[in-house]
Nanobody, 125 residues
Framework: QVQLVESGGGLVQAGGSLRLSCAASGRTFSSYRMGWFRQAPGKEREFVAHISRSGISTYYADSVKGRFTISRDNAKNTVSLQMNSLKPEDTAAYYC??????????????????WGQGTQVTVSS
């Protein structure tokens, strides 16, 4: 089992940057594919980014491509999301999630086994 705790959210002006972190418990962190999702008020939770077990392969939603970067440190059991050029439409609660299966359906939140509690990101215009 994996427990995930996000941090790093906050209030930032449009055009600014934030770095989210997700700390994982357990000795098998490197066996999980990791993802970031977000959920704005009144909207469904949506996929943001995915990273492979080794960290070599990444995949992004079109809406964040070129602005966000996902990374992981398996030695420290952490996954991060660097968010640059933030826009008001990026405002949401951000969640990290762990996936044990081998499916390449990165955007399907139902395939993720474990979730953090979320961290709020608010981007003012």
């Amino acid at each position: 089992q994996v427990q995930l705790v996000e941090s790093g959210g906050g209030l930032v002006q449009a055009g600014g940057s934030l770095r989210l972190s997700c700390a994982a418990s357990g000795r098998t962190f490197s066996s999980y594919r990791m993802g970031w999702f977000r959920q704005a008020p009144g909207k469904e939770r949506e996929f943001v980014a995915h990273i492979s077990r080794s960290g070599i392969s990444t995949y992004y939603a079109d809406s964040v491509k070129g602005r966000f970067t996902i990374s992981r440190d398996n030695a420290k059991n952490t996954v991060s999301l660097q968010m640059n050029s933030l826009k008001p439409e990026d405002t949401a609660a951000y969640y990290c999630a762990a996936k044990s299966g081998g499916s390449n359906d990165y955007e399907n939140l139902r395939l993720y086994n474990y979730w953090g509690q979320g961290t709020q990101v608010t981007v003012s215009s």
